[in-house]
């Protein structure tokens, strides 16, 4: 073979690992952009050369792929186009399969490259394809390794210099520290600062975790020691706040509350990702008995948010913050989000009783009713995971109901809260559908 075969020979190889990487990502935030509350369709006018996303429709030699942005393209496939299938995680073409057309499928997962020209339906010059079916299956997979091997909380404690961080994990009687170590193998990602979807998560160093953040990781099983060996962490900083509904506005999608912290007004914007849930009395009553140490409860009824300054990393989380790094490939969307919450079973009768008998406030918050803004009223007690922002808040988890535990102190508070956003706060979303 000549020099100049072997160099488009190789140049071939590096763009199809190229499109594997990228397909990769596009795969990454499959479950995110399959949520309810996806963005309004737009159709595309112009040729970006290549577009990832989900088909939407399947017509004769017609498909239509609409990408995580929420822009729509009507693609043709010429005859003699090559259409190559991948299974999910697939980083190279080694063991691609060529398929027809019949075989793609509304929900699989595509790479598209087009040929020249504007005019819509763009023409396909190649299509790799992931199955809807590999997707999911791939999703449960790792929703299920997050659940076994995934521990979250607050950070304590950041040492650069040995790799460590302590993580206080649990709320109440469930309350622990866990050690964990970072290698350079870890993979580090920040929050973005408007979700605790790891689909928005990007790469991020380890000096970017501190004190105070809210963080979730996967660690290895098999390592040995006292210390969990992290394969996977993602941090991020946001607000807690707790205080009492002022003014809803439905039709804005806004509430009002004072802080109780810093007594000051807030605006709180309900967002189409924001996740509610409104706790019984019984179940308020039973975190506010777990989340209560022995000697709390006078001296936390009479003032509330009475942890002393700097005790524990929620301190730290209750100040505005600034947030992670902007949208990007990650993980499948809402894995550490999802976590082991999106395997119990909700609503069942007499299951926050069990969960109290275990001492376990998480497990009682997972299994709360999903609300949304319209069960929201002037008076009711909340807490809420937000972005940062002194005046103007957007809600990540909101928790109602809450009117006991405003008598815990901050950083049970914070706990609880955490814990939830990162644990369970997606625990109703079917990342399949």
């Given at each position: ?190 929050y973005a600062g408007d979700s605790v979807d790891y689909a928005k998560a990007t790469a991020a160093p380890f000096a970017a975790i501190h004190a105070g953040d809210q963080l979730r990781a996967r660690f290895d ?166 972005t940062a922002g002194e005046e103007q808040v957007t809600a990540i988890t909101l928790l109602a109901g809450v009117e006991p535990l405003l008598e815990a102190s901050a950083s049970e508070q914070n706990a609880l ?17």
């Amino acid at each position: 073979m000549s020099s100049k075969g072997k160099k488009i020979f190789s140049g071939r190889v590096s763009a199809a690992a190229l499109s594997m990487a990228l397909l990769s990502s596009a795969f990454a935030l499959a479950a995110h952009a399959a949520r309810p509350h996806r963005p309004a369709a737009q159709a595309a006018t112009t040729n970006p050369g290549r577009v990832m996303g989900a088909i939407t429709s399947v017509s004769g030699s017609t498909m239509e792929v609409k990408t995580d942005q929420g822009v729509s393209y009507a693609v043709t496939i010429p005859a003699g186009v090559k259409l190559l299938r991948v299974d999910a995680g697939a980083t190279t073409l080694g063991n691609a399969q060529a398929i027809g057309m019949s075989d793609l499928g509304v929900g699989d997962r595509v790479l598209v490259r087009l040929a020249a020209g504007d005019a819509s339906p763009f023409a396909a010059s190649s299509v790799i394809d992931i199955p809807h079916a590999a997707i999911v299956a791939r999703q449960r997979a790792e929703q299920m390794e997050w659940q076994a091997h995934g521990v979250s909380g607050l950070v304590k404690s950041v040492d650069a210099a040995t790799g460590t961080i302590v993580l206080t994990t649990g709320a109440g009687k469930m309350a622990k520290e866990v050690t964990l170590k970072v290698t350079p193998t870890t993979v580090l990602k920040r929050y973005a600062g408007d979700s605790v979807d790891y689909a928005k998560a990007t790469a991020a160093p380890f000096a970017a975790i501190h004190a105070g953040d809210q963080l979730r990781a996967r660690f290895d099983a098999n390592a040995s020691g006292p210390d969990k060996v992290a394969l996977e962490v993602v941090s991020g900083s946001f607000r807690n706040i707790a205080g009492r509904i002022s003014n809803v506005n439905a039709k804005d999608g806004t509430i009002t509350l004072r802080d109780l912290l810093t007594k000051k007004n807030v605006t709180v914007h309900i967002g189409a990702t924001s996740q509610m849930k409104q706790l019984t009395a019984d179940q308020a009553k039973m975190i506010a008995t777990l989340t209560k140490g022995p000697a709390a409860g006078h001296g936390a009824a009479q003032g509330g948010w009475q942890g002393a300054p700097g005790s524990g990393a929620g301190q730290g989380a209750m100040r505005p913050q600034t947030g992670g790094a902007a949208m990007g490939g990650a993980p499948q969307g809402g894995y550490p989000q999802g976590g082991g919450a999106a395997w119990h079973r909700p609503g069942a009768a007499g299951a926050g009783m069990g969960a109290a008998a275990h001492g376990d406030p998480q497990q009682i918050v997972r299994q709360a009713t999903v609300i949304q803004i319209k069960d929201l009223h002037k008076g009711d007690a909340v807490m809420l995971v937000g972005t940062a922002g002194e005046e103007q808040v957007t809600a990540i988890t909101l928790l109602a109901g809450v009117e006991p535990l405003l008598e815990a102190s901050a950083s049970e508070q914070n706990a609880l809260m955490a814990n939830w956003s990162m644990g369970s706060g997606g625990d109703q979303t079917d990342s399949t559908q």
